[in-house]
């Protein structure tokens, strides 16, 4: 069984002291691939020197994470920009818009997720987006952009099922993590009617980790329990959710 972790901090300082034995276990449980998606330029140098330590199975996002767009957003979106010029990344992200926390830069998070659309247009690179509080503004600026290019992923996918079909039917995938898992979780019932097509997996690690973990840190690893929840929740087995889900992560990166 592969897997592909599509959304993983695993440069993050939880993972400082045990980051090799964790990525065994990873790979020992079938994770083939782990994509580190960007937050700002203070978690930058950990995530590109566990890139460059793991060269063939960790890839790097580049971009500004609405919840880093302050008022020093024009000089950030500089340092992505030359950053995509000079090497070749796995994705724009993590990017969108997060209302959860705090609106002060409203205007600005619209800026960045914008500029940053385009330069995955112009680059040709998939954009994975984070949003919270957020999630009919964020469809609909990805819907502005959509010219047939821009592909990517909703990461950390929580809505329900209107949202699930306005997503994949402007070509983007459902970004699924240990949120599944939980008790109250309205999740289960929208995947019902989603295709396997349509998902990939993820655990974003450290953070959400699947039941049993909660509390915990999460890790790669754990994407098993999210693999195991999706089959239970579509009738399939844990093999076909690995090879449709692993195939989908893929094509998007490729
Ligand atoms: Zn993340």
């Given at each position: 069984m592969e897997l592909i972790?599509?959304?993983?901090?695993?440069?993050?300082?939880?993972?400082?002291?045990?980051i090799d034995i964790m990525i065994q276990r990873a790979r020992t449980a079938g994770v083939i691939r782990f994509y580190l998606p960007a937050i700002d330029r203070g978690s930058e140098k950990d995530m590109l020197d566990l890139e460059k330590r793991y060269p063939d199975i960790c890839f790097a996002m580049q971009g500004l994470h609405p919840s880093s767009v302050k008022g020093d957003v024009e000089d950030a979106l500089q340092h992505v920009e030359q950053s995509l010029t000079q090497r070749k990344f796995?994705?724009?992200?993590?990017i969108g818009l997060d209302f959860?926390?705090?609106?002060?830069f409203e205007k600005e998070q619209y800026r960045a997720f914008h500029q940053q659309i385009k330069w995955a247009l112009q680059f040709d690179l998939p954009i994975v987006i984070h949003s919270r509080n957020s999630i009919e503004q964020t469809i609909s600026v990805v819907r502005e952009h959509q010219n047939g290019n821009l592909r990517g992923i909703f990461h950390c996918f929580n809505e329900g099922e209107k949202q699930a079909n306005e997503i994949i039917a402007l070509g983007f995938y459902l970004g699924i993590?240990?949120?599944?898992?939980?008790?109250?979780?309205?999740l289960p019932a929208t995947l019902k009617?989603?295709?396997?097509?349509?998902i990939v997996l993820e655990t974003d690690a450290p953070y959400l980790p699947p039941v049993p973990f909660r509390g915990k840190r999460n890790e790669s690893s754990y994407i098993v329990y999210v693999a195991e929840k999706i089959a239970e929740v579509k009738g399939v087995s844990r093999e076909e959710v690995s090879r449709i889900t692993t195939a989908n992560a893929l094509k998007i990166f490729s």
């Amino acid at each position: 069984m592969e897997l592909i972790d599509t959304h993983c901090h695993l440069y993050a300082p939880e993972f400082a002291e045990d980051i090799d034995i964790m990525i065994q276990r990873a790979r020992t449980a079938g994770v083939i691939r782990f994509y580190l998606p960007a937050i700002d330029r203070g978690s930058e140098k950990d995530m590109l020197d566990l890139e460059k330590r793991y060269p063939d199975i960790c890839f790097a996002m580049q971009g500004l994470h609405p919840s880093s767009v302050k008022g020093d957003v024009e000089d950030a979106l500089q340092h992505v920009e030359q950053s995509l010029t000079q090497r070749k990344f796995s994705a724009v992200g993590e990017i969108g818009l997060d209302f959860y926390w705090d609106r002060t830069f409203e205007k600005e998070q619209y800026r960045a997720f914008h500029q940053q659309i385009k330069w995955a247009l112009q680059f040709d690179l998939p954009i994975v987006i984070h949003s919270r509080n957020s999630i009919e503004q964020t469809i609909s600026v990805v819907r502005e952009h959509q010219n047939g290019n821009l592909r990517g992923i909703f990461h950390c996918f929580n809505e329900g099922e209107k949202q699930a079909n306005e997503i994949i039917a402007l070509g983007f995938y459902l970004g699924i993590g240990g949120t599944l898992t939980y008790k109250n979780s309205k999740l289960p019932a929208t995947l019902k009617n989603i295709g396997l097509e349509n998902i990939v997996l993820e655990t974003d690690a450290p953070y959400l980790p699947p039941v049993p973990f909660r509390g915990k840190r999460n890790e790669s690893s754990y994407i098993v329990y999210v693999a195991e929840k999706i089959a239970e929740v579509k009738g399939v087995s844990r093999e076909e959710v690995s090879r449709i889900t692993t195939a989908n992560a893929l094509k998007i990166f490729s």
